[in-house]
C-alpha cells in the first residue's frame, strides 16, 4: 500500500524525515530544502486528521547529547511550514507519554536521535585501536536491536518519506520495528 491511499485518520504515525537542515551561528536554518522535501509527506497524514510523530538525526554528535544539534532549535521552522503548532520530546527514547497523548492532527518531534550511539552503530569513547573495541562493537550491535522497542508502542503507523536515503542502519532499524510489530500484533489494520 502507497501512503496516497492510506488513511492515517485517528491514526499515529512515526515518519522519519531527513531534517539534518544546516544552521548558522545564531542557529537559525539557513536551507529549508529538507524541510519542503518532507511536507507533502507529513502533511497527508494531518490532512487525514491523524496525529504525527516525527524522527530525525541533525549532524553526527556521536551519542551525545549536544546543544549544537539539537532539533529544538527548528521546530519554530517545523511548524511555520506545517502550519500548526509542533511540540517537542528532548528525549526521543522517553517520548512516550507525549506520543500517547497526541490529538488528531497535532505533532511531535522528537529529539536528535543520534543522542543515542544505537542510532549510528558505533561504540563510543573507545578507538578502533583498542582491543576491547570488537566486543564493544558486538555490544552495541545488541543495543541497536533493543532501540526500536523505544518507539514501538506509541505507533500505528510507520513511513519514511521519499526524501529519505535509505541507509543500511536506517533500513535495519525499519525492519525490526516491522518485525516487532508483527510479532505483538500492532500492526495498522
Known amino acids: 500500500m502507497t501512503i496516497d491511499k492510506f488513511n492515517f485518520a485517528g491514526k499515529k504515525a512515526i515518519v522519519r524525515v531527513d531534517f539534518n537542515v544546516p544552521l548558522d551561528e545564531n542557529g537559525k536554518i539557513t536551507d ?10 507529513l502533511k497527508k497524514v494531518l490532512a487525514d486528521g491523524g496525529s504525527l510523530i516525527i524522527m530525525s538525526h ?3 554528535p556521536k551519542g551525545k547529547v549536544n546543544a549544537k544539534y539539537s532539533l529544538s532549535q527548528i521546530v519554530d521552522a517545523v511548524s511555520e511550514k506545517l502550519g500548526v503548532p509542533v511540540k517537542f520530546a528532548p528525549d526521543c527514547a522517553k517520548a512516550g507519554d507525549a506520543a500517547a497523548a497526541l ?4 505533532v511531535l518531534l522528537l529529539e536528535n536521535l543520534r543522542f543515542y550511539p544505537e542510532e549510528e552503530g558505533k561504540p563510543v569513547g573507545i578507538d578502533k585501536e583498542d ?3 570488537e566486543d564493544a562493537k558486538k555490544a552495541m550491535k545488541l543495543l541497536r536491536k533493543s532501540l ?17 536515503l535509505l541507509t ?19 500492526w495498522v489494520t
Open 32 to 41: 529549508d530544502t529538507r524541510i519542503r522535501g518532507a511536507l507533502p509527506t
Open 58 to 60: 541533525m549532524g553526527k
Open 103 to 106: 490529538k488528531p492532527g497535532e
Open 131 to 133: 582491543p576491547a573495541y
Open 148 to 164: 526500536p522497542r523505544l518507539w514501538l508502542h506509541t505507533l500505528t503507523a510507520i513511513s519514511m518519506t521519499h526524501s529519505v
Open 168 to 186: 543500511a542502519n536506517m533500513l535495519l532499524l525499519l525492519l525490526l520495528l516491522i518485525i516487532l510489530m508483527q510479532t505483538i500484533r500492532c
